[in-house]
């Protein structure tokens, strides 16, 4: 058996071993986590002594967890079931208490808007709905780094999506990418009439520039920032995370797993088909994991220490960082969902947090976090406004 297989085994066992619990809610505030664990710090805190835990998104109240669906298309990472079983997932997850679902027109494309609004309709009043525009898309064209944010093709996209998730309102409205032709003014001028007319409720940008922050902020307050943002990538940290704590705007985390690296199932000898995204990336290429997997050995010592999965560790580290970040861990997979939710019950004293840190710190990762033209698309700056 392969050391993957070993790893997925032993991640299993450990979900499968507190099957007895049921399912875990989201916990209680900080300090309300804190105190649970106060016994004893190295176990999880009990399911029945927590209460739901919200974060807030600027205004927009969500759970401390949302649920990425973007690879519920099978388009990314390979095969899934199918649209079925993504939409009992995706009721299945809200049923847990997740309030907080990611999509976007891109993902299919269409398709999976069409699954979440398939999903949440029966709940939609209890849950908050996010997806995304700024692709020029077609149902014919499964890829394209095209971009589009004209103020006209926003408006379009956003009746058309409208439709797709069988609502009539979009909770958190994202840039999917700054389209470097459109001033930023125009696109957050557009939105905010959206949001006026009761269309969107929430503004918000992934991957952007850091000055094209400022600028819409200035337009259109700002409910969100979107970036990949996990142990495994930390780039946030030098400019966007300030600037989110400085304009009081949330952060939602993208691939907080690492694209499945911190569940602990990818080892230096995996290796990926061409048809999953991961081959495509730098940082999963053989000769980087042989030096990436020292993260990953990391991890797995402390969900031994703390009496947990190497990804409810991994997603408790960015719960611990601010009170207004949000991971959208992504699954296709009930267990996974179970497991991902289950991390609100794993808490990182202070004194554990500093020593988590310094050690990881230590940790050198190699490789690019994408291809070479998905990079070229994160961090831009939208073009200047022109009188």
């Known amino acids: 058996m392969s050391d ?27 300090p309300a986590r804190a105190q649970a664990q106060q016994a004893n710090p190295n176990r ?12 807030r998104l600027g205004s927009l109240e969500v759970s401390a ?21 993504m939409v009992k997932l995706i009721r299945n997850a809200a049923d847990h208490g997740v309030t907080f679902f990611d999509t976007a027109e891109g993902y299919g494309p269409f398709l999976d808007e069409e699954m979440v609004g398939e999903a949440l309709a029966p709940v939609r009043n209890n849950v908050a709905i996010a997806t ?10 499964r890829q394209g780094l095209t971009l589009n944010s004209r103020p006209e093709h926003i408006r379009q996209v956003v009746e058309a999506m409208l439709k797709r998730l069988r609502t009539d309102r979009i909770d958190l409205l994202y840039q999917h990418r700054v389209d470097p032709q459109v001033p930023i003014e125009d696109v957050a001028g557009t939105v905010k009439d959206l949001i006026t007319e009761g269309r969107v409720l929430h503004f918000g940008l ?10 819409a902020h200035a337009i259109q307050p700002l409910a969100a920032i979107q970036n990949e943002y996990s142990l495994l990538w930390r780039g946030p940290e030098a400019q966007i995370l300030p600037i989110c704590e400085e304009l009081g705007i949330g952060c939602v985390c993208w691939s907080p797993l690492g694209m499945g690296f911190l569940a602990g199932t990818i080892s230096a000898s995996s290796r990926f088909p061409t048809t999953d995204y991961r081959s495509g990336c730098p940082r999963f290429s053989p000769e980087a994991l042989k030096t990436n997997v020292a993260l990953v050995d990391f991890v797995r010592q402390w969900a031994r220490r703390k009496e947990a999965t190497p990804a409810q560790i991994s997603l408790a580290w960015l719960l611990a960082r601010k009170p207004w970040i949000v991971p959208i861990p992504g699954t296709t997979k009930l267990p996974h969902l179970e497991e991902n939710i289950g991390t609100v019950s794993v808490v ?25 033209p998905v990079l070229a698309l ?6 200047p406004k022109r009188d």
């Open 348 to 372: 990182f004293t202070p004194d554990e947090l500093r020593e988590f840190d310094t050690a990881l710190a230590s940790i050198r990762i190699v490789g690019e976090r994408g291809p070479a």
């Open 206 to 215: 992934s991957e952007p520039g850091p000055q094209t922050i400022r600028r």
């Open 132 to 141: 995304k525009f700024g692709f020029a898309r077609d149902a014919g064209a």
């Open 65 to 85: 967890l949302g649920l990425g669906c973007m690879e519920m298309t099978g388009t990314y990472y390979g095969p899934v079931s199918g649209p079925g079983d």
């Open 44 to 55: 999880n805190a009990d399911a029945r002594t927590v209460r739901t835990e919200r974060r």
């Open 378 to 383: 994160s961090g831009v700056e939208a073009a």
């Open 4 to 30: 993957a297989s070993n790893s997925a085994l032993k991640r299993r066992d450990l979900l499968l071993a507190g099957a007895g619990l049921g399912v875990i809610p989201l916990t209680g505030a900080l």
